[in-house]
């Protein structure tokens, strides 16, 4: 591969994904905002830039892997954006958890200059990052998810495609994170009942993921919730608070009742109030012990 892709944002999901692209064979030009982070890429071929416009070439692709909507939104609009660089024929390949909202003002954005806007969140954690094992969903549009599949194939097992609405992925997204925090609240007090029965929660938590529950959410979550290892964090619970606030937002746009949203919401805010922001987010069981008067 000789193309070269722009990428914003070495957090924990963004570093192994760019060090997949470099693997990959791609060039690779990097920003993130804190420079002394993409010196250790640099090492592996990287160009590291110290403005954010330089690492946009016209009519190239950029890669974004940011926090929230509003570092999304000031990377695209800010001095030096990705909007005044990408001209004509240009693609910004957005893979952060973003409100769908923030995905059709983006497109919008993109669509006077003549370039064009993909969303394409991940749904995997950093180890999985760093394994090439992320899925991947994408929206936008058709010539565009052509030209960055091969990019796409590079960091992930597997990409599907829910059409040109640039908002789309977006949802689908939403809807994933979800349905793990209702796996999370449901494997918290499922444990709570065991461990208040005189039983094993670590026993329990592999029978469940050896048998009726044999798959990665549950196995993943079931080990660590049930030996409470929430440090490091794969997936702090600041940004599953920010999530869930995502996901409630969208059900009031769309008017979509979604009680065990709410209940999600109430555990992550509870969490960060209770000192655990930069924990991994299963943290939110001990929220639910705390009810049951564990620990």
Same mark, same amino acid.
Request: aromatic share 6%; with cysteine; glycine share 10%.
């Given at each position: 591969?000789?193309?070269?892709?722009?990428?914003?944002? &070495?957090?924990?999901?963004?570093?192994?994904?760019?060090?997949?692209?470099?693997?990959?064979?791609?060039?690779?030009?990097?920003?993130?905002?804190?420079?002394?982070?993409?010196?250790?890429?640099?090492?592996?071929?990287?160009?590291?830039?110290?403005?954010?416009?330089?690492?946009?070439?016209?009519?190239?692709?950029?890669?974004?892997?940011?926090?929230?909507?509003?570092?999304?939104?000031?990377?695209?609009? +800010?001095?030096?954006?990705?909007?005044?660089?990408?001209?004509? +024929?240009?693609?910004?390949?957005?893979?952060?958890?973003?409100?769908?909202?923030?995905?059709? =003002?983006?497109?919008?954005?993109?669509?006077?200059?003549?370039?064009?806007?993909?969303?394409?969140?991940?749904?995997?954690?950093?180890?999985?990052?760093?394994?090439?094992?992320?899925?991947?969903?994408? $929206?936008?549009?058709?010539?565009?998810?052509?030209?960055? =599949?091969?990019?796409?194939?590079?960091?992930?097992?597997?990409?599907?495609?829910?059409?040109?609405?640039? $908002?789309?992925?977006?949802?689908?997204?939403?809807?994933?994170?979800?349905?793990?925090?209702?796996?999370?609240?449901?494997?918290?007090?499922?444990?709570?009942? %065991?461990?208040? $029965? +005189?039983?094993?929660?670590?026993? &329990?938590?592999?029978?469940? +993921?050896?048998?009726?529950?044999?798959?990665?959410?549950?196995?993943?979550?079931?080990?660590?919730?049930?030996?409470?290892?929430?440090?490091?964090?794969?997936?702090?619970?600041?940004?599953?608070?920010?999530?869930?606030?995502?996901?409630?937002? %969208?059900?009031?746009?769309?008017?979509?009742?979604?009680?065990?949203?709410? &209940?999600?919401?109430? =555990?992550?805010?509870?969490?960060?109030?209770?000192?655990?922001?930069?924990?991994?987010?299963?943290?939110?069981?001990?929220?639910?012990?705390?009810?049951?008067? &564990?620990?």
């Amino acid at each position: 591969m000789t193309q070269t892709v722009g990428f914003v944002g &070495l957090g924990n999901m963004g570093l192994p994904m760019a060090r997949n692209l470099l693997k990959a064979g791609f060039k690779v030009c990097v920003y993130n905002r804190t420079p002394d982070k993409a010196q250790v890429l640099a090492a592996e071929g990287a160009t590291i830039v110290a403005r954010l416009a330089d690492a946009v070439t016209a009519d190239g692709v950029v890669i974004t892997m940011l926090a929230n909507d509003a570092a999304v939104e000031e990377v695209v609009t +800010g001095p030096g954006g990705i909007a005044g660089a990408l001209g004509a +024929g240009g693609i910004h390949v957005s893979m952060s958890t973003i409100a769908p909202a923030t995905s059709r =003002r983006l497109s919008a954005i993109h669509a006077p200059r003549g370039s064009l806007y993909i969303a394409a969140p991940v749904f995997g954690r950093p180890e999985a990052a760093a394994a090439k094992k992320l899925w991947i969903c994408q $929206s936008g549009a058709t010539a565009a998810k052509e030209r960055i =599949r091969p990019l796409l194939a590079a960091m992930g097992q597997g990409t599907y495609d829910f059409g040109e609405d640039p $908002s789309a992925a977006s949802t689908v997204k939403l809807c994933g994170n979800f349905m793990i925090l209702s796996v999370l609240e449901t494997l918290g007090e499922a444990l709570a009942l %065991a461990e208040k $029965s +005189g039983l094993d929660r670590k026993a &329990l938590a592999s029978f469940f +993921g050896e048998t009726i529950f044999a798959c990665p959410m549950y196995q993943i979550y079931g080990r660590s919730i049930a030996s409470r290892a929430y440090e490091p964090a794969g997936f702090r619970v600041e940004l599953g608070l920010k999530d869930a606030n995502l996901i409630i937002d %969208a059900a009031n746009e769309t008017k979509t009742p979604m009680p065990l949203a709410h &209940l999600a919401q109430e =555990r992550m805010l509870a969490a960060v109030a209770n000192g655990h922001k930069d924990l991994d987010w299963a943290a939110i069981e001990l929220m639910i012990a705390g009810n049951a008067g &564990l620990r």
